[in-house]
């Protein structure tokens, strides 16, 4: 496969801050080492600064059911179908938080639910190309009985609208492309695998579950 190359392939010549807000945007200036030996010429790439993030794929094995979020997004606007988008509960990290308290902080400002286990799916880049942001994404066990409605911050303008779907109506969604973001295809793939080992081990837990209550 040849050498490997990191960051110290990377010459840094300069960086630039051309609109610094909610996001930053970079300029940088830059040359690397090439695969077959020497440097590139000096380059110009235009970086999207952002937060990491953290997705929650929210998964109730007893009913085999997944939680959906419904909201607007800008990004979206001139989407032919719709700029309202069904998504898994997400959210940026702040820096004094670890990503499994984002995780159970987002599911219950977006969906109003108590996150069980959580299991870390991946770690990975949505657009390397042209943004640093990486988002982690978890599997969250949730009981989806009584879940439902609208919830968000409302000081950062969100309205949430959240669905309970069935796995395969979920999957239906997906191949319709009606689930078209990384979080979904990420999420839906990893739980098709796992899905019956999962439903195993609930049904496993559930009479020790209901002998823990009854002795409460």
Same mark, same amino acid.
């Given at each position: 496969?040849?050498? &490997?190359?990191?960051? #110290?392939?990377?010459?840094? %010549? $300069?960086? #630039? &801050? =051309?609109?610094?807000?909610?996001?930053?945007?970079?300029? =940088?200036?830059?040359?690397?080492?090439?695969?077959?030996?020497?440097?590139?010429?000096?380059?110009?790439?235009?970086?999207?600064?952002?937060?990491?993030?953290?997705?929650? =794929?929210?998964? #109730?094995?007893?009913? #085999?059911? *997944? %939680?959906?979020?419904?909201?607007?997004?800008?990004?979206?606007?001139? !989407?032919?179908?719709?700029?309202?988008? /069904?998504? /898994?509960?997400?959210?940026?990290?702040?820096?004094?938080?670890?990503?499994?308290?984002?995780?159970?902080?987002?599911?219950?400002?977006?969906?109003?639910? +108590?996150?069980?286990? *959580? &299991?870390?799916?991946? $770690?990975?880049?949505?657009?390397? @190309?042209?943004?640093?942001?990486?988002?982690?994404?978890?599997?969250?066990?949730? !009981?989806? +009985?009584?879940?439902? @409605?609208?919830?968000?911050?409302?000081?950062?303008?969100?309205?949430?609208?959240?669905?309970?779907?069935?796995?395969?109506?979920?999957? +239906?969604? /997906?191949?319709?492309?009606?689930?078209?973001?990384?979080?979904?295809?990420?999420? /839906?793939?990893?739980?098709?695998? +796992?899905?019956?080992? *999962?439903?195993?081990?609930?049904?496993?837990?559930?009479?020790?579950?209901?002998?823990?209550?009854?002795?409460?």
């Amino acid at each position: 496969m040849g050498p &490997t190359l990191n960051r #110290d392939d990377v010459e840094l %010549i $300069t960086r #630039d &801050t =051309l609109y610094k807000g909610f996001f930053r945007l970079e300029a =940088l200036e830059l040359r690397h080492r090439l695969f077959e030996g020497g440097w590139s010429a000096p380059m110009r790439r235009e970086v999207h600064n952002r937060h990491d993030a953290v997705g929650v =794929l929210l998964y #109730d094995p007893e009913r #085999d059911a *997944l %939680i959906l979020v419904e909201q607007f997004r800008a990004g979206a606007i001139d !989407d032919p179908h719709s700029p309202w988008k /069904l998504e /898994l509960v997400a959210g940026l990290v702040d820096k004094d938080e670890t990503l499994e308290n984002v995780a159970r902080r987002e599911a219950q400002e977006e969906a109003g639910c +108590q996150v069980g286990q *959580l &299991t870390r799916l991946h $770690t990975y880049y949505p657009s390397p @190309g042209a943004c640093n942001e990486r988002v982690t994404l978890f599997c969250g066990l949730v !009981d989806s +009985q009584g879940v439902g @409605g609208v919830h968000g911050v409302e000081d950062e303008n969100e309205d949430i609208r959240v669905h309970v779907v069935s796995f395969p109506a979920a999957w +239906q969604l /997906l191949e319709q492309g009606r689930l078209d973001n990384a979080m979904c295809l990420i999420g /839906l793939h990893w739980l098709a695998g +796992q899905r019956a080992s *999962l439903r195993a081990a609930s049904q496993r837990a559930a009479p020790f579950n209901k002998d823990t209550k009854r002795t409460q």
